[in-house]
């Protein structure tokens, strides 16, 4: 079952900001939000995770609505490196998942000069 | 710390052949995942260690994949024989149940099987 839902693609101006959005109008309450990437070649990567508040790091920040529906990630200035497939996966941290990661498809981004 | 280490990064070998693939965890990692990526099936998990004991073994696709994880600091999962089908990279990530709770993963081997 398909927990989270992105779109397909997106490309974004280098230099702009990226939101990338993420739907998951079935999660649970103790589940959380991760988003990894996935850089060509190269295994996925943590960004950021939250639970209801919103999160802000040295890569990005993610926004989680308040009825926690839905999620957008943001890049605030795309570079050309953050070309990528982007994993949005919700997650319960409960002794019989711990760790488990399901991946879907994704959103490819690509950055554009 | 220099991350999940993998070996080799590629691997080219015949139908019927056996392939060991190899990863070290960072250390202090208890946990050990495997996985394999493909075109057709995206990110699948195959098998997932707890302290050097496999814990769920539902995603080996059959008979021919064998994973062992002997220490802390060593896995390897086997195909043998191995089949053109079989043809994917193939990833294993190490995790611990510490902030931010997430698996950290190693950079791949691509196998190719002819």
């Known amino acids: 079952d398909a927990k989270t839902t992105q779109p397909t693609s997106m490309d974004c101006a280098e230099g702009r900001a990226a939101n990338l959005p993420c739907n998951h109008s079935?999660?649970?309450?103790?589940?959380?939000v991760y988003w990894y990437r996935q850089i060509h070649s190269q295994g996925p990567q943590y960004i950021i995770h939250?639970?209801?508040n919103n999160e802000t790091n040295e890569m990005a920040s993610l926004i989680i609505t308040e009825d926690r529906k839905s999620s957008t990630l943001i890049l605030p200035h795309a570079t050309l490196r953050d070309t990528a497939v982007y994993y949005c996966?919700?997650?319960?941290?409960?002794?019989?998942?711990?760790?488990?990661?399901?991946f879907g498809a994704g959103t490819q981004v690509v950055v554009t000069p | 710390d220099a991350g999940v280490i993998q070996s080799p990064r590629h691997e080219v070998t015949e139908m019927g052949q056996e392939v060991t693939l190899r990863c070290k965890p960072i250390?202090?990692?208890?946990?050990l995942f495997w996985y394999r990526q493909t075109m057709m099936r995206g990110l699948e998990l195959l098998i997932y260690?707890?302290?050097?004991?496999?814990?769920?073994d539902s995603g080996m696709p059959e008979d021919r994949f064998s994973a062992k994880m002997p220490n802390a600091s060593f896995s390897t999962l086997k195909i043998q024989p191995s089949e053109p089908r079989d043809s994917a990279v193939y990833f294993c990530?190490?995790?611990?149940?510490?902030?931010?709770?997430?698996?950290?993963f190693g950079p791949g081997t691509r196998l190719t099987v002819l």
């Open positions: 996966i919700v997650r319960p941290l409960t002794t019989d998942s711990w760790g488990k990661l399901q």
């Open positions: 079935t999660i649970s309450g103790n589940e959380y």
């Open positions: 939250g639970l209801k």
């Open positions: 250390s202090g990692h208890d946990y």
């Open positions: 260690f707890n302290n050097n004991v496999p814990i769920d």
């Open positions: 990530a190490s995790w611990a149940p510490q902030e931010p709770f997430t698996q950290y």
